[in-house]
Structure formats: structure tokens, C-alpha cells
């Protein structure tokens, strides 16, 4: 086998990176995020690229064009993990594209673009209050205020980047002078990701590999409710303010909208109860609601339908219901034009393309904005659980899609373009 055993090895390698084995759980600006970028970084050398850390932490890894002024094609995928994660989610993203890299060089091959492999230091956003870090930043979309935002310890992520050893002051100066948000890497013609499919289609559906259509949407809403204490065994049942049964109502209603809607999905995925005691009518509940969709529409009704329900729900049992938004991104389509480009690869592999949406979000997702993105997913074994250490690849599958993706990235053909358009801003690595 050319790609797959070693990649899986490889993947065994980085896994060994965590903060609290036998789990893994790899978080951005730790001390095992800088061992897993070094590993990369060596992978990538040996593969014939520059590589090296970002200001950022970002992983970055170059690969020249065969002609002079070209554009760069970006692809890549997370290097962090969630708590008590699996090996392949994001780091097949990193590995399958370097192994592509190797292959070309052993090949003396150049492409008609510059390609660039990144692991982004953060897309679960487990350390800090943000997510998709890296990718955004990458997109010219880096947020300055969340240097001022702290982890679990207090620790800025200012501090968290400057003891990695990185320059948050320095990236933003890079972004400030390059002026508009995008502009500094708007010779990016192309971003493309592989990753694990973190679902059961592909498995469903025999099938190794398949091209994503769209990365589903999310609305997360914070609620609270609120309603009054009172003792267990003396306050009537009509006479109550019980947040906690308000509270389950519009549970349910989260489900049973989602579930007659299709295309939807909506998770309640914390909840806690207080004063949280055996005799207490429960007074304060707060929660979270997870909702997803590929069509931003859908979502907004759903949104919609869940604040007036809310208000209904606590009307009738005199509680007071407060729901807030605290993150929101809306879908990302792929690329029509890449789409095909991949399923060609694809078919030229003996397989029928499968096209089917990412519920998950990915690093992708951030990149419509920039340049055309594409993804293409890889069958996730064991009823396709993810974030989980149960999640599998087979090394047969992982043979299939690097072949697929060296296919792609031989096969592609820029956009034709200018010299004068093709500066670029050193990126330090
Ligand atoms: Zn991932």
C-alpha cells in the first residue's frame, strides 16, 4: 500500500500527543500542540515542503509551484482535538495531503501552483471562548479581541500565544497591513479539505469516499429560566413556578419542530438545575440549543419558532424565559465547479461519486468568502462515531482518498493570473 498504512501510523504517532492519556485530548497553544506541529512540520520537510509555525501556531507547510507567480491552492484541517477525541478527525485533513506532497517529489513533479497544506491550531474552539481560530484566521478573518479572551485558568490567549512561542501582535500587524479583511491571502484560488465523514453515509452506502455539497449552518442559543423556589411538600401544584418543567416543554419543542421539519437538527446538549435539591421546586434552569441546517432559511424559522414558542410555553406557567445566540454561522456551500472536479477523481477511481451534506462544521466552512472550497469526505467506521475514541479509518480507505485527492490536485488548473496580483505577505514560514 502507497498512502494508507503509513498515514494511519502517522495518525497512531500524533495521538500519543495528549493532555490526559490514555485519552486524547489535544487543545490549541498546549504543550502537545507543539509537539504535533513538529512531528507535522519534519513530515512536511521530508515530503519536499518549507515548513514551519505561523505567528498564530498555525502549521504551515509549502509545496512550490512549477512556474513562477502562481497562485496557491490551500488545503489542510485541524490539528486540535475535542476532550476524549479520535485520531483521524483533522489530522487526515493534514496527513492525506502531505502524503499527496511526497509523492509528487519522489515524482520531481510541480504543480501549476503553489500548494499549501495547513493544520490549523484550533477549529474545536475546547480551549478558549471561539472556535475555528486558525481557519479564520488564515481567511483574514482573525478577531483581535479574542486575544482577551481567557481559558479555563485565566490565561489569555495573548499570553497562551506568546509562551507558544508565536507573535499575536505580529499577526495582527501582518493583517492591518494588508489592509481588508481576505485581502492578504486573496491569491488563495482554491481551499480544499479531506476528513473523516464523522457520520454513517458512506458506510451505509459501501463507499470509501464522497464529495460534500454544503457545511450545515449552526445557531447555538443559551436560555434561562427563571421561576420561583418554594418547598417540595407545601406548595400546591397550581400554585407553582417550577422552571425546571417549563424548561422540559421547550425541550420537546426543539425536538418534535426539528423532527417535522426536515432538513433540521436541534440538540439540547446542557442543562443545570438549581437550587438542584431533592425537596426544592427547581427556580433557575439553564440550557443550551444546538441547531443545524445546510439551508440558513430553515434555521432562521427554526429560530424563530423556538423564541415564540419559548414565550408561550413560559407565559402559560408563570416563568420568565431569556434566550440568547451566542454563536451563529451560516451555511457554506462548496463549490459547484470543485464538486465535479473531485467526483471526476472519484470515478476515476471505479467508484460512483456520492454527494451528500456535512452536518458537522469544518474548517471549510470559513472559506467560501475567500476562494471556491471544497471537502471530501472519508468513510468513518463503527456506525461512523466520531469525537469519540471509537472512531476508525480503515488504511484501504485512507489509501482511496489520498489517491483521490493526488488525483484532484494534479488534475486542477488555476484561474489564469496576473504578476501584480500575485503578491503575497510572508507568513513567516
Ligand atoms: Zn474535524
Known sequence: MKYGTDILKQADVLAAFTEDAPQLTRTYLSKEHKQ?????????????????????????????????????????????????????DGLFGILSPIACVKELNRQHKRLPYALEIVGFGDEEGVRFPATLIGSKAMAGLFDPAWLDKTDASGVTMRQAINDFGGDAEKWCELD?????????HGEVVAFVESHIEQGPVLLNDGLAVGVVTAIAGATRLRVTVTG????????????????????????????????????????????????GAVNVIPQDVEFTIDVRSSEDSLRADAINAINAEFTVIA?????????????SSNAAPCDA????????AINAHGITPRYLPSGAGHDA????AVAPTAMLFVRCGNNGISHHPDETMTAEDAEVATSVLLHFFENYQPPQFSASSAQRVDRQI
Open 36 to 88: 504535533a506541529g513538529a512531528y507535522l512540520i519534519g513530515l512536511m520537510r521530508d515530503a519536499g515542503m518549507t515548513a514551519g509555525f505561523d505567528p498564530l501556531g498555525n502549521i504551515v507547510g509549502r509545496y512550490e509551484a512549477g512556474v513562477p507567480f502562481a497562485p496557491v491552492v490551500m488545503t489542510g484541517s485541524h490539528q486540535d482535538s475535542v476532550r476524549n477525541a479520535g485520531r483521524y
Open 176 to 184: 492591518r497591513r494588508n489592509g481588508a479583511p481576505n485581502s492578504a
Open 228 to 275: 420561583l423556589a418554594g418547598h417540595a411538600g407545601t406548595v400546591p401544584m397550581g400554585a407553582r413556578q417550577d422552571a425546571l418543567t417549563a424548561a422540559a416543554e421547550m425541550v420537546l419543542f426543539v425536538e418534535s419542530y426539528c423532527t417535522q421539519n426536515a432538513g433540521l437538527v436541534g440538540t439540547v446538549g446542557i442543562m443545570s438545575v438549581k437550587p
Open 315 to 327: 407565559k402559560r406557567r408563570n416563568v420568565v424565559v431569556v434566550t440568547n445566540v451566542f454563536f
Open 337 to 344: 465547479g470543485l464538486q465535479a472536479q473531485f467526483a471526476q
Open 365 to 368: 466552512m470559513v472559506f467560501p
